[in-house]
């Protein structure tokens, strides 16, 4: 989707959407505390998603996202919360190993791949209700 955007950037910008959906409002410092990073480090990743167009900062330093950086962020976690679910109730692997894992699987895996992991998900929920 668009311009290369390395893992770390997707990161930032899941970390980004779950703490706009939880606190509303976010800025640098609350990205830095939630993923344990650094204040510069932070601040530098947040000046490079804004080059990319995915993100702004208004005049009081809260960050928003642009639409396309809204859209790479919920695709990420789409691609997450399929994973982890699917490692979860089809192979029965514990929450945080599955939560670990699809950190990792989520930036790497294939759409075509995400859609089938995701039907069968479906299946196996069918087939259970």
């Known amino acids: 989707m668009g311009e290369e955007l390395y893992e770390s950037g997707e990161d930032y910008l899941e970390t980004i959407l779950t703490l706009t959906k939880q606190l509303g409002t976010v800025r640098s410092i609350d990205v830095a505390r939630s993923l344990d990073y650094s204040k510069p480090s932070v601040s530098r990743a947040m000046k490079i998603l804004e080059e990319k167009g995915l993100i702004y900062m ?8 642009t639409d396309l950086g809204l859209a790479r962020a919920e695709g990420v976690a789409r691609r997450h919360h399929i994973i982890k679910s699917a490692l979860i109730e089809l192979f029965g692997i514990s929450e945080k190993v599955a939560e670990e894992d699809a950190c ?20 196996h929920r069918a087939s259970r209700a």
Not at 58 to 65: A, E, F, G, P, V
Not at 104 to 123: A, F, G, M, Q
């Open 58 to 65: 208004d005049d009081r330093k809260y960050i928003h996202m």
């Open 104 to 123: 990792r699987i989520e930036h790497v895996v294939n759409d075509e791949t995400i859609e089938k992991i995701k039907k069968k998900l479906d299946e």
